[in-house]
Nanobody, 126 residues
Framework: QVQLVESGGGSVQAGGSLRLSCSAS????????MGWFRQAPGKEREGVAR????????YYADSVKGRFTISQDNAKNTLYLLMNSLSPEDTAMYYC???????????????????WGQGTQVTVSS
């Protein structure tokens, strides 16, 4: 199992930027992919971005493509999500996820996620 801790959320005006970070307690030989999800009030959780840890191959939801960038720093066991050109529609709780773990296993973009962070709130005002 891996523990994930997100940070970097906050309030920003439309058009602004934020960078989310996710610190993982460890990467294991089973660590293959990580990603970011978000959930807005009254809506289902949705995948935002995914990265394969081995080759750095990324995938984005259409709603964020061209605005968000997912990246990793393996030396620091840290995942990032750089969010540019934010809009009020991006307001949500953002969660970091890893394929390592048995909890709320969710398949998205070629990865089955099984560990989740506690979330960090992003609020975008118009």
């Amino acid at each position: 199992q891996v523990q994930l801790v997100e940070s970097g959320g906050g309030s920003v005006q439309a058009g602004g930027s934020l960078r989310l970070s996710c610190s993982a307690s460890r990467y294991t030989s089973s660590s293959a992919c990580m990603g970011w999800f978000r959930q807005a009030p009254g809506k289902e959780r949705e995948g935002v971005a995914r990265i394969y840890l081995g080759g750095g191959i990324t995938y984005y939801a259409d709603s964020v493509k061209g605005r968000f960038t997912i990246s990793q720093d393996n030396a620091k066991n840290t995942l990032y999500l750089l969010m540019n050109s934010l809009s009020p529609e991006d307001t949500a709780m953002y969660y970091c996820a890893s394929n390592v773990g048995p909890y709320s296993r969710t398949w998205w973009a070629g990865c089955t996620f099984g560990s989740w962070g506690q979330g960090t709130q992003v609020t975008v005002s118009s």
